[in-house]
């Protein structure tokens, strides 16, 4: 080993050491958006963790739900489309050509939503999950519970 290479090892062994062992605790950072959870608000931040035969919620590193996976009797799906109208009236003020730009666009908030029975324990709850881990969760929770989720976007009302 030559001296340029001993000081490239010397400088990159921080490096590998951190990217090869960081800890991910595998679970996803998701916001309470309602349901019947006692401990945690509406818009909290809490952890969401898909283990094999349950899920649990975590906030301030606590469990503060856990359900079992055999429970849960529906797994639903849906987004929040609205447009940007606020921050493009500021944009406007600054440059029209911008603040028009910015009322033609959408902005996506992705919902999951969860129902479980467990003897006679029933509840629910909606979470909004980030918009590159929404496809993780469901994956997640549908291996887990064997359920299909269901696109509450897709479905219609007949009267």
Known sequence: MNFKQAICLTLCAPVF???TFAASDGGYN??????????IKVGDEVRLYIDQKQ???????KDVL???AASVTEINYGQDVH???GTAIGLAVISLGVGALMALSKSKKHFI????????????????????????????LEGITGKKAVDT?????KN
């Open 17 to 19: 050491a951190s990217t």
């Open 30 to 39: 998701v916001k309470y958006d309602g349901g019947s959870t006692p401990g």
């Open 55 to 61: 899920i649990r919620y975590s906030k301030d590193k």
């Open 66 to 68: 856990t359900i079992s």
């Open 83 to 85: 447009r940007r109208i």
């Open 113 to 140: 939503g969860l129902t479980w029975a467990d003897g006679d324990t029933k509840g629910g709850l909606a979470m909004q999950c980030d918009k590159n881990e929404y496809r993780g969760i469901l994956t997640g």
């Open 153 to 157: 976007d897709a479905l219609t009302v």
